[in-house]
């Protein structure tokens, strides 16, 4: 009997059984590196005042966003205009400006040298909402992250100890409408660094992901719906089992090119120094180790940002 081919990416309720939901998360992830997430658990309200705090922040003329932007500080905190960030190898940058947020330590902190403190826009109510939807995107994050480590054959809590003081990052993402654009695209294809994305915002088109038969395939989540994607620490430490895809943001046309897009990536990541070591149950004599050496998420991030121009 014939099977039918390529079942969509289509959304998976994180409110079933945890195993099923894990069985079925990790399909997706394994065939196409994202899945589409519903019942997620990050309030409307929050989403909404994250929302509102992003458009507030980018409505700001330029010179002002500018006195927000760290120079040599790989775009970790605060704002970074358009014209800087670039995918690896891309001869222009992308068509964004983006805000980065990041975990609020204590002073004297033993990450503090890697993590630097968050920088604040003169935006009312910005504070707030940003501290709210990064602790809330950590929260789900933490719930895929056990559906990950259950269909890995891991113990459900195996990334909780290295992620609770990962060095995960916030992004508010602007793209212009077209007109105003310097040229390129949105966002060149790309793969992600860090553990897992966790994206909000992504129902305004564009979204594609490369499917392993060398097609885009559109992510198209239903408003609301939480998209999800491996990145490439996670590929690695599970040796290519779950690949980290390559994305991009295409252009808009149309009716939809006079709209801007704006969007809410959570890189989750793990602590600093978190050794990435192949999980020895993802080695197999069809996959044989490819990474024999260990090294920290904090020596790959480096190696990463420098590659994307953030460096
Ligand atoms: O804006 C989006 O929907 C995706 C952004 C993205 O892929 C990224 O910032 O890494
Ligand atoms: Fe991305």
Same mark, same amino acid.
């Given at each position: ?104 330590? %204590?002073? =004297?902190? *033993?990450?503090? #040298?890697?993590?630097?403190? /968050? @920088?604040?826009?003169?935006?009312? $109510?910005?504070? &707030? !909402? ?51 654009? %310097?040229? =390129?695209? *949105?966002?060149? #294809?790309?793969?992600?660094? /860090? @553990?897992?994305?966790?994206?909000? $915002?992504?129902? &305004? !088109? ?106």
């Amino acid at each position: 009997m014939k099977t039918a081919i390529a079942d969509r990416l289509s959304p998976v309720s994180i409110d079933a059984c945890p195993a099923a939901f894990s069985r079925r998360l990790m399909h997706d992830f394994r065939t196409y590196g994202f899945g589409v997430v519903t019942d997620h658990g990050i309030p409307a309200e929050t989403i909404r005042a994250a929302e509102t705090a992003a458009r507030r922040l980018f409505a700001l003329p330029d010179a002002v966003k500018r006195q927000w932007h760290i120079r040599g500080a790989g775009g970790a905190r605060g704002y970074t205009p358009f014209g800087i960030e670039a995918a690896k190898d891309a001869a222009t940058a992308d068509q964004k400006e983006f805000w980065h947020v990041g975990r609020a330590l %204590p002073a =004297g902190h *033993r990450y503090e #040298a890697v993590m630097p403190p /968050n @920088v604040w826009p003169d935006v009312p $109510g910005f504070r &707030e !909402a940003a501290l709210d939807i990064f602790a809330a995107f950590e929260a789900t994050g933490a719930r895929l992250l056990e559906a990950i480590a259950i269909g890995l054959n891991l113990p459900a809590d195996f990334f909780a100890a290295p992620t609770r003081e990962g060095n995960s990052v916030l992004r508010f993402l602007h793209y212009p409408p077209q007109p105003a654009a %310097p040229s =390129g695209i *949105r966002a060149a #294809a790309h793969e992600d660094i /860090n @553990v897992i994305t966790l994206l909000l $915002g992504a129902q &305004e !088109a564009g979204l594609e992901l490369l499917t392993r038969d060398g097609t885009w395939l559109a992510v198209k989540p239903p408003e609301g719906a939480l998209v999800v994607n491996i990145g490439d620490m996670l590929q690695r430490l599970s040796n290519h089992v779950l690949p980290s895809t390559t994305h991009r943001v295409s252009n808009p046309v149309g009716e939809a090119a006079k709209r801007a897009r704006y969007s809410m990536p959570f890189f989750l990541h793990f602590a600093p120094d978190y050794l990435i070591e192949t999980l020895p149950g993802c080695i197999t004599p069809d996959n044989p180790d490819r990474y024999p050496e260990g090294l920290t998420a904090n020596a790959y991030l480096i190696e990463r940002l420098r590659e994307i121009r953030l460096l």
